[in-house]
């Protein structure tokens, strides 16, 4: 158990009231008892003038009284409030007492199956006990508060905490529990801590609370030492961007850290913007093209029909131009001609007759044949490659439809749903952020603000004088 304040009160001191700083400083440790309904029963300050600057004489300012020196043999004299001090150089410590209200109580408030109860009543009880210890101030100065409040061995079960913990040394358990009252609310910090418990005649005798401002105001200063930039206008400069960003209207220029940030979101939106130009183009060009060979594979059924009609027609004549030959009457028979035989057809009577090319007539009849067989070939052709490329056409055609439909989505899609994600997104985080830069943001520099100035001591201090206060506060249960 000892073990355990020991440690928590040596937290509390290096946090709130470290030594060694550049000016004379005067540590105060406000010793304060009170009873279980608040009363206090009394204040000690034990307070030691830090003597940086090694003066043979300090000249302090205190309210507290019955002043007793507690160095090696230090001597002051008074004139109202301003001590002077035979220092030597060396530290001054003295005791003094005083009825000024403490900067912060513990209130304690203790509840059995709903009904407020005494500490001392607890112990004849049995039923579900909740605890709450806040903390009281006679000005809202930021404060960290840690209680210690030992457990009985017996007597408590279910035990559930919040803003607490139960620490366990020895065999023993002790509730710690925290706040800091003084502070925005907006910062949603804690100002107290409960424990709920199942109480079967269970003795709460006291508890500690260690209380002080300078763990919060050296952090504070520790904060404003290192900034290298007024972080009030930094939080207006990204106030008015994402204000921007969220309207939709143009960024405006920003001088801080945040400079850069609107060319960086304005060439996010330009690339977006031209990306999705150029996915429109392409997909207009695609159902242009679409049309385009739509039209053309429209009449390519026509054009084939039309082929058709006429190497029909070449072949009708050349059936009967062969008729009128006379190659009958010469021996030679014409079977008739179709697209799909006149090669043949020809082909074996013209090798039939090169062997007869030496009379005239031979000769006449192979050239005939030979001829006809060439035109043929070439209107086959003709027809043959219409057909070829019709059906190229045709699919051609049926390809740019799926072209103009994927080009189609990658736009309405794609680039275009991209933009407006994006532009959404940027306009949503907008919107999720501001509240909390113009809230919390804003809430956690007016308390940084605030606390630059306050002062933190307990007792008076002599100009000059930088001062620290540690409140050590046992409260009596019973």
């Keep these: 158990m000892k073990k355990i304040v020991a440690l928590l009160t040596a937290v ?26 608040g009363t206090i029963e009394s204040i000690t300050d034990s307070v030691r003038l830090e003597n940086a600057g090694g003066l043979d004489e300090i000249t302090d300012q205190s309210i507290l009284a019955d002043i007793q020196g507690t160095g090696s043999g230090e001597t002051f004299t008074s004139d109202g409030n301003t001590l002077t001090w035979k220092a030597g150089g060396k530290d001054i410590t003295y005791l003094g007492t005083s009825d000024k209200a403490p900067a ?21 009880k049995t039923g579900d006990a909740v605890l709450t210890v806040s903390y009281q101030q006679q000005e809202a100065l930021p404060i960290l508060a840690v209680t210690v409040l030992p457990l009985p061995g017996e007597g408590i079960t279910g035990l559930q905490v919040e803003n607490a913990a139960v620490l366990s040394e020895m065999g023993r358990q002790v509730l710690v529990g925290w706040g800091v009252p003084g502070v925005d609310e907006k910062l949603n910090l804690p100002a107290s801590f409960t424990a709920s418990f199942h109480a079967d005649h269970a003795a709460l005798d006291w508890m500690m609370t260690f209380a002080s401002a300078e763990p919060i105001r ?120 179709t697209a799909g035989n006149y090669a043949d057809i020809l082909g074996a009577l013209v090798t039939k007759l090169e062997g007869a090319t030496g009379t005239a007539a031979g000769r006449k009849a192979h050239d005939t044949l030979q001829g006809l067989l060439d035109q043929l070939n070439e209107v086959n052709s003709f027809v043959t490659g219409l057909k070829t490329y019709t059906a190229g056409v045709d699919r051609a055609a049926a390809g740019s439809g799926e072209i103009s439909a994927g080009a189609a989505a990658l736009h309405d899609n794609g680039t275009d749903a991209l933009q407006a994600a994006i532009l959404a997104a940027e306009k949503a985080a907008a919107g999720k952020l501001l509240p909390v ?6 809430a956690l520099l007016d308390e940084y603000s605030r606390m630059a100035g306050q002062e933190t001591g307990y007792d008076l201090h002599g100009e000059g004088w930088e001062t620290d206060a540690l409140y050590v506060i046992r409260t009596d249960l019973q």
């Design 104 to 124: 912060l109580l513990p209130a304690v408030k203790l509840t059995l199956d709903g009904e407020e109860i005494s500490f001392a009543d607890l112990k004849d």
């Design 437 to 442: 830069l113009t809230g919390d943001a804003a």
């Design 218 to 337: 050296k952090g504070q200063g520790m904060i404003g030492s290192r900034l290298d930039f007024d972080p009030r206008a930094e939080l207006q400069d990204v106030t008015a961007l994402l204000t921007a960003l969220q309207n939709g209207t143009p960024l405006p220029d920003v001088t801080g850290k945040a400079k850069d940030l609107p060319d960086k979101v304005n060439q996010l939106n330009i690339s977006l913007q031209v990306l999705n130009t150029g996915a429109q183009m392409l997909a207009e060009g695609a159902a242009s093209l679409n049309t385009g060979l739509k039209e053309l594979s429209a009449n390519s059924e026509a054009l084939n029909t039309g082929a058709d009609a006429v190497f029909a027609a070449i072949l009708e004549t050349a059936n009967k131009q062969l008729a009128a030959s006379g190659l009958a009457e010469a021996g030679i028979q014409v079977p008739e001609l």
């Design 12 to 37: 509390l001191m290096v946090l709130g009231c470290a030594t060694g700083l550049a000016e004379n400083t005067k540590h105060e440790r406000i010793y304060v008892v009170t009873s279980a309904d």
